[in-house]
């Protein structure tokens, strides 16, 4: 990437791990010549003294142009190592001409001395997971890349199903371009090769749920302990949904659904699935399901009922209610 060039520090964090590779990958290249990497690049994983980073950061490069240091998970942009930060962060000010440091971080303090004197000094990337809109864009760009087509509206269903990891996406879509050939994927083919998430797998469930299908109901729970999913597990996406359909019911009237996504973390396809759920149920029949929930948890734990039957019976209870 042109933006790594001439950048002597650069710091990348985020939990969208595809990002934080895929930048990693680039700057790696553009740093140092693959054949120079033996000599002349350092990794550092953990807790590492920031004396040790420094050391590596002021070797001269054998043989080549530039030098890399790499450092992951250190924690210096958090608190608790306030020493080694401001340490780092001094000699952030002055690296020598011939070295390219890298710091790659989940989290970080943006008021710490440290991050500052990356974001004055050098590059700073927040690796976010992109909006729905972005994410099926680049699914579509990316199918071309491998040379089969993905409709805009397949990109659509096939996110919803997987969820929004670029990582999951990148492999599924690559999974259904192997499998398509040169053709054109629809939504029948997302179903054959793709994995759908347990949380595409609850919101099937719900809707069975919210149709009174107790029906379709058992049969897809069968289908989820069949795959080995946890029944508990299961009852706690349930009473989660819940839990959900009650506060988007609440705050629906009130702001948008981009706002109750920043409200309540959520994705914004996710809001929509909870907010279209609350019209298959009544603000008393939401509580009552999950005091259901409850109940069921409380049963299964104290022996009282087997935990694949127990959620069975749950099941058929919120139906028939």
């Known amino acids: ?35 120079a990497r033996d000599m002349n690049m350092d990794v ?42 401001e340490s780092m962060a001094n000699f952030v000010k002055d690296i020598p001409e011939s070295t390219v440091m890298l710091f790659i971080e989940q989290d970080v303090d943006k008021r710490g001395k440290l991050y500052k004197s990356v974001v004055e000094h050098g590059l700073v990337k927040e690796a976010a997971t992109p909006k ?3 994410l099926v864009d680049w699914a579509v760009k990316l199918c071309a890349s491998f040379g089969a087509k993905l409709p805009k509206p397949v990109a659509v269903y096939l996110i919803r199903n997987i969820s929004a990891d670029m990582q999951l996406i990148y492999n599924e879509v690559a999974k259904l371009a192997s499998y398509k050939g ?11 090769i793709c994995t759908k998430s347990l949380e595409a797998k609850i919101f099937d469930l719900m809707k069975a749920i919210g149709n009174r299908d107790a ?63 609350t019209r298959n149920f009544s603000q008393s029949a ?10 069921t948890d409380f049963a299964i734990k104290t022996g009282q009922i087997g935990d694949v039957l127990g959620v069975e019976v749950l099941l058929i209870r919120i139906c028939n209610e």
């Open 132 to 134: 729905e809109a972005e």
């Open 182 to 192: 040169s053709g054109e994927i629809s939504n029948a083919d997302v179903d054959t």
């Open 44 to 85: 550092f994983e953990g807790k590492v003294d920031a004396a040790r980073i420094i050391e590596s950061a002021e070797t001269q490069p054998f043989m080549a142009e530039r030098r890399l240091v790499v450092v992951t998970s250190s924690g210096l942009f958090q608190s608790g190592r306030k020493d080694d930060a």
């Open 286 to 295: 939401m509580i009552s399901a999950l005091e259901n929930c409850l109940e």
């Open 215 to 277: 029906k379709r109901a058992a049969a897809l729970y069968g289908n989820l302990i069949a795959a080995k999913e946890s029944p508990l597990m299961v009852l706690t996406m349930i009473a989660r949904q819940f839990r959900y359909y009650l506060q988007c019911a609440h705050l629906s009237p009130k702001i948008s659904q981009k706002d109750i996504a920043a409200q309540l973390s959520l994705h914004p396809f996710a809001v929509r699935e909870f907010v279209e759920g």
């Open 1 to 35: 990437m042109k933006e790594f060039n001439n950048q002597r520090c650069c710091l990348f964090y985020g939990k969208e791990g595809f990002l934080l590779s895929h930048w990693r990958k680039s700057l790696v290249e553009t740093a140092v010549p693959e054949d």
